[in-house]
């Protein structure tokens, strides 16, 4: 009988063993609907994490920008709904704003249309320790400017043989120039505008010149050619980074941008926060009555 039972335990033992090593198959045990979550859920966490290493070596750049008086402009381009918006977060979101400076600039006013037309942007580029990034530049010009009929195509070839003379006379200044275009299908393209239709935290992004731009790829295409036949420079050449996926394409743009500048990370003393005195004792708060906001989380 006690061998029976001995017996008993040891087979309920390996029958546990064995539903343990069943667990560890989920590709078995999941439906197709649960193994996507689950994928999804998995690479979402690769890349928080590579994201945060990332992030990291932002800070260092940051330091060393700093601390080296260094100047630099990162210019962003591409079609609507490319995904510029968002790899300009993801660079920015862990840095200071004082250092990495964003310039969205809104159509030009009637004074700004009479300047020079480089004019607008010469005010906010870096001095030293200073990172600027344009969220569409200069290449405006080139680009919806030209695709929307704003400006006379003479003035477009006019732009277009200077640009090179005037990236010549930044770089030469001092500053590192980085360019990006972010290249998108056309599919892709629809299904973000029309994720933006119904959704209230993305409507804004949806504007009435997306629309009329809409049904002008071909158009968008060549002027993109000529723009990169006429401008990608030995000093200042573009980086095409591909962005079907979004999060892809964030991480893929801050590697090669780090990757553009060389840093050093700088030595930093070890803080330690000292104790705390006469915490309460040299002064009592008043008992005053504050308006707190509801507390409805």
Request: hydrophobic content about 35%; glycine content about 4%.
């Amino acid at each position: 009988m006690g061998k029976e039972k001995k017996q008993s335990k040891k087979d309920k033992k390996q029958q546990n063993a064995e539903i343990s090593v069943d667990a560890l198959k989920p590709t078995e045990q999941l439906s197709t609907a649960e193994q996507a979550k689950k994928a999804k859920k998995q690479r979402n966490k690769l890349y928080e994490n590579e994201l945060k290493r990332l992030h990291v070596e932002l800070v260092k750049l940051q330091e060393w920008v700093v601390a080296k008086g260094l100047k630099v402009i990162v210019v962003f381009e591409g079609r609507d709904g490319a995904g510029k918006g968002g790899t300009i977060k993801a660079i920015t979101e862990r840095v200071s704003p004082r250092i990495f400076k964003v310039v969205a600039l809104p159509a030009p006013s009637d004074r700004e249309k009479s300047q020079m037309y480089s004019q607008r942007y010469l005010p906010h580029f870096p001095a030293a320790g200073e990172v600027v990034i344009f969220d569409r530049s200069w290449y405006n010009r080139a680009g919806v400017e030209r695709v929307m009929g704003f400006t006379p195509e003479p003035a477009v070839k006019r732009f277009l043989g200077v640009v090179p003379l005037f990236e010549k006379m930044v770089v030469e200044s001092g500053i590192i120039l980085l360019k990006y275009w972010l290249e998108v299908s056309p599919e892709e393209q629809e299904r973000r505008l029309r994720s933006r239709i119904d959704d209230g935290r993305k409507i804004w992004k949806l504007s009435p010149m997306d629309v009329k731009s809409y049904n002008r790829w071909d158009d968008y295409t060549q002027a993109r050619d000529e723009m990169f036949k006429a401008t990608d420079t030995p000093w200042a050449p573009w980086f095409v980074a591909r962005s079907e996926d979004k999060k892809s394409v964030r991480l893929n743009i801050i590697s090669h941008l780090l990757s553009q500048i060389p840093y050093k990370k700088l030595p930093h003393e070890k803080v330690e926060l000292p104790k705390r005195k006469d915490l309460g004792k040299k002064y009592k708060a008043v008992d005053y009555p504050f308006k707190f906001i509801p507390e409805t989380f």
